[in-house]
């Protein structure tokens, strides 16, 4: 559960734009179609969602969404907003676009948040956790997150794409109400949370990869949360465990979760029988 951070702050000034879109396919439309034209659609819709086009997203993932909120899910990323948004307008202009039903969407950028430990932080919270300055164990862990969290933020800002084929993304605030108004509690005590919320998630590691971008003045939540896991089992458990972490059981809402599996423009048009057969 992050929150907002000042990118002058964080020592970063590059983010990404960030846009999850959903759509459901009008069937009854696509079948007044003739054969030729569902042909084009189908062919222009595949080249719009190539994520090796010349006009794609510096990041473009597709996916077949479960249950009934969508037929399909795009995960796009670029430093510049327009160029996603040309990803959409692109699908709506073509032959398929009038059978296109926008079903939701979330727009955010990626950030690094506030409670990423600075390297001096890391070696404070070592001390607090036992570690003495002139020992080697903290001399080699500082050395060592020194060394890792440039990688980090990098990572944070401009993501690489994990290859697992399960996702799960969802919307959240924190909550602003009497006895439990996170933007109230100090900061040492947000950061007390958020660690604890960090370590819950770091026993998925090699499972679960998550990224939260941020919605705050962009959209109607705050953040967007977006996890990949080699199993969808793990995305049931990783939400499950987080949720009894002090961070989340006393101050997060969250909005609708949407599940999906990613593939392929094709296949996703074979698996929503989409010109299958013509």
């Not at 719009?48 to 077949?64: E, F, H, K, N, Y």
């Not at 160029?83 to 039903?101: M, S």
């Not at 933007?183 to 990224?211: C, I, K």
Request: hydrophobic content about 35%; glycine content about 6%.
């Amino acid at each position: 559960m992050p929150d907002h951070a000042d990118p002058q702050e964080s020592g970063s000034s590059t983010a990404w734009h960030c846009s999850h879109l959903y759509y459901r396919f009008d069937r009854a439309w696509l079948q007044q179609m003739p054969v030729e034209e569902r042909a084009v659609g189908r062919h222009q819709l595949i080249r719009a969602l190539d994520p090796t086009g010349p006009d794609a997203s510096i990041r473009m993932q597709v996916s077949i969404v479960s249950g009934h909120k969508a037929d399909f899910g795009l995960m796009l990323m670029d430093p510049d907003p327009l160029k996603i948004d040309a990803v959409h307008q692109r699908l709506l202009a073509g032959p398929f676009g009038p059978a296109l039903q926008a079903t939701y969407s979330f727009v955010s950028m990626t950030e690094v948040s506030e409670y990423v430990p600075t390297v001096e932080q890391y070696g404070q919270r070592l001390i607090r956790e036992g570690e003495t300055e002139d020992s080697p164990t903290y001399r080699a862990k500082l050395k060592a997150y020194a060394g890792r969290l440039p990688a980090m933020n990098r990572q944070r800002l401009t993501p690489d794409f994990p290859d697992y084929p399960a996702t799960c993304f969802y919307p959240m605030n924190k909550r602003r109400r009497v006895g439990a108004n996170w933007f109230t509690e100090p900061l040492s005590l947000r950061n007390q949370m958020m660690a604890e919320h960090a370590r819950s998630g770091m026993e998925f590691a090699g499972r679960v990869s998550q990224l939260i971008t941020v919605g705050v003045g962009l959209d109607d939540w705050e953040w967007g949360v977006t996890l990949w896991a080699i199993d969808p089992q793990f995305l049931k458990d990783i939400v499950y465990r987080m949720r009894f972490d002090k961070a989340s059981a006393k101050y997060a809402e969250f909005g609708p979760f949407y599940t999906s599996y990613i593939v392929d423009a094709p296949s996703m048009l074979e698996h929503c029988r989409i010109g299958v057969g013509d």
